[in-house]
């Protein structure tokens, strides 16, 4: 797709804007323009060429308002979406994004944006020490059934060194719940690592979990792994499952024999950590398409956590809506009261299939587009609008599937028939 040198000249027009991204027909990004570099710094140095996933690994083909409009053709109007650049800083957008049609074909996709905020909230690596600050089992805001259980059995798991698995839905709050589990027992005054096995490709996972030696390869230094530096306290594992398969055997054999390799070293190195590890898709689903490691899978499910989708907790969403709004308006030296009937209504009926990362993100755009002193309908955006008739509250339902075990002879049994 032909893009004119005159486009730049038409969005200095409009200074509202922080950033545009036109593509063509594939995703692939044409133009590129950005006027808040303090905000936003795209992962790769020369993004023409590349697609939006490539850019935030973090994004799918469902949750890029890019690509959903090149499949269905229809624009996406102020809705929010956060990304994250590669020193770990969100940055949340209000965007727009629209086809691009000639002879009734969809040749591309145009997304203009604007960032309504940005800080440090999800980070690839977390490191932590005792003087840190990390959440605490009554940080977890929430009354509903599933959620009190949770809290009531954290205590109990914290005291072990079993590895555990939590696994639940994007933005259920999996980190906040290892956090919680490493500040409640006997390692809490010890580190706290937390690493998203997503956001470095896998040809340099070994050597930030193991670390490095130098001279071991070109450009190679003497550089500790997040094991070591976990040593004596906890290693949170994120997005398991989209660990390469011969890394997941590495990290077998470091976790069973409690020692690492550094890459190019020859003298291996003691380790003791608590494994904590989450997946965002049904682990036995994730078992049976052998995106994870049987062997591995069972050393690391000791216990097993499911963080239940904020749609099934009943009673939490006021909770969260309350903490939320009293936290930014202190964040932003606001007096926002509340919600008004009517967003209250949206609030209840929608599905929240981003859970609580979405509520959190729907408060803080509508504290930036409301100049009363509750939330309205008009300040949330345009897409919760719109579910607001909906008969099923609107947005896609993703679900996990109760947890099975399916016998190995049955699972067998089926990939030789295949």
Not at 369 to 393: C, D, V, W
Request: aromatic share 8%; hydrophobic share 35%; net charge neutral.
């Amino acid at each position: 797709m032909e893009v004119g040198t005159r486009i730049d000249g038409i969005f200095d027009l409009y200074n509202y804007f922080d950033s545009v991204i036109v593509t063509d027909d594939k995703g692939r990004i044409q133009y590129y323009s950005n006027m808040r570099e303090d905000l936003y710094r795209p992962m790769l140095k020369d993004i023409i060429g590349h697609t939006i996933i490539e850019l935030h690994p973090e994004l799918t083909e469902d949750t890029s308002s890019i690509m959903q409009v090149l499949k269905t053709g229809r624009p996406v109007y102020n809705q929010l979406e956060t990304w994250y650049n590669q020193d770990g800083t969100s940055v949340t957008n209000l965007y727009n994004t629209l086809p691009l049609v000639k002879d009734g074909k969809i040749v591309g996709a145009v997304d203009i944006s604007r960032a309504v905020n940005s800080g440090k909230e999800r980070p690839s690596i977390t490191l932590s020490d005792e003087k840190t600050e990390l959440y605490r089992s009554e940080d977890i805001i929430g009354s509903s059934p599933a959620i009190r259980k949770l809290k009531e059995s954290l205590p109990q798991i914290a005291r072990t060194d079993s590895s555990v698995l939590i696994y639940g839905e994007t933005g259920t709050g999996k980190e906040l719940f290892a956090q919680a589990l490493h500040t409640s027992g006997n390692r809490s005054k010890k580190k706290f690592v937390s690493y998203n096995c997503a956001a470095i490709p896998a040809t340099l996972l070994e050597g930030i979990l193991f670390g490095t030696v130098k001279g071991g390869f070109t450009g190679a230094e003497n550089r500790q792994g997040l094991f070591e530096i976990a040593n004596g306290g906890t290693l949170f594992l994120d997005e398991i499952n989209s660990m390469d398969l011969a890394m997941q055997a590495k990290l077998l054999k470091a976790i069973e024999e409690k020692k690492v390799m550094r890459v190019g070293g020859t003298e291996p190195v003691d380790i003791d950590v608590k494994i904590i590890s989450a997946m965002n898709k049904d682990p036995y689903e994730c078992l049976e398409n052998g995106t994870i490691r049987e062997d591995l899978f069972y050393r690391l499910n000791v216990v097993n956590l499911r963080i239940p989708p904020l749609r099934e907790r009943e009673g939490d969403i006021d909770l969260l809506t309350r903490h939320f709004i009293y936290r930014f308006n202190i964040k932003q030296n606001r007096r926002i009261t509340g919600l008004d009937g009517e967003t209250r209504k949206i609030f209840d009926s929608y599905n929240w299939p981003g859970n609580v990362r979405e509520l959190q993100n729907v408060i803080e755009g509508a504290f930036n587009m409301t100049g009363f002193n509750q939330i309205r309908k008009e300040n949330l955006p345009e897409y919760l609008r719109k579910a607001a008739g909906h008969p099923s509250g609107g947005g896609r339902t993703y679900t996990l599937t109760a947890m099975r075990m399916v016998p190995l002879r049955r699972r067998w049994r089926r990939l030789n028939a295949a």
